[in-house]
Nanobody, 115 residues
Framework: QVQLVESGGGSVQPGGSLRLSCAASGRISSFNFVAWYRQAPEKQRESVASITSGGLINYAQSVKGRFTISRDNAQNMVNLQMNSLKPEETAVYYC?????????WGQGTQVTVSS
């Protein structure tokens, strides 16, 4: 089975930056769709950013201009650069990859934005 592992989470002050990475047991180039989601305690999981195998990118309106999703085929990883972080963006961030009808999730990495 495909396994995903997120890394790069941590604690930052408002306005700070973090770079998240998602490593897959399979080849990321084989996935049609890769995305980052986030979920705060007792909140619904929400989509943050996504990128298709063709390179089409979509962002949540709230993160446009501040977050950048990218894939690095050489490292077999998908990254999420997060700049100008806000306290309300404190959450567990999850990597999601889809291959046809299959969907895979990582266990998440904690991001805390506070002063």
């Amino acid at each position: 089975q495909v396994q995903l592992v997120e890394s790069g989470g941590g604690s930052v002050q408002p306005g700070g930056s973090l770079r998240l990475s998602c490593a897959a047991s399979g080849r990321i180039s084989s996935f049609n769709f890769v995305a980052w989601y986030r979920q705060a305690p007792e909140k619904q999981r929400e989509s943050v950013a996504s990128i298709t195998s063709g390179g089409l990118i979509n962002y949540a309106q709230s993160v446009k201009g501040r977050f950048t999703i990218s894939r690095d085929n050489a490292q077999n990883m998908v990254n999420l650069q997060m700049n100008s972080l806000k306290p309300e963006e404190t959450a567990v961030y999850y990597c999601n990859m889809r291959q046809n009808v299959a969907s895979y999730w990582g266990q998440g990495t904690q991001v805390t934005v506070s002063s």
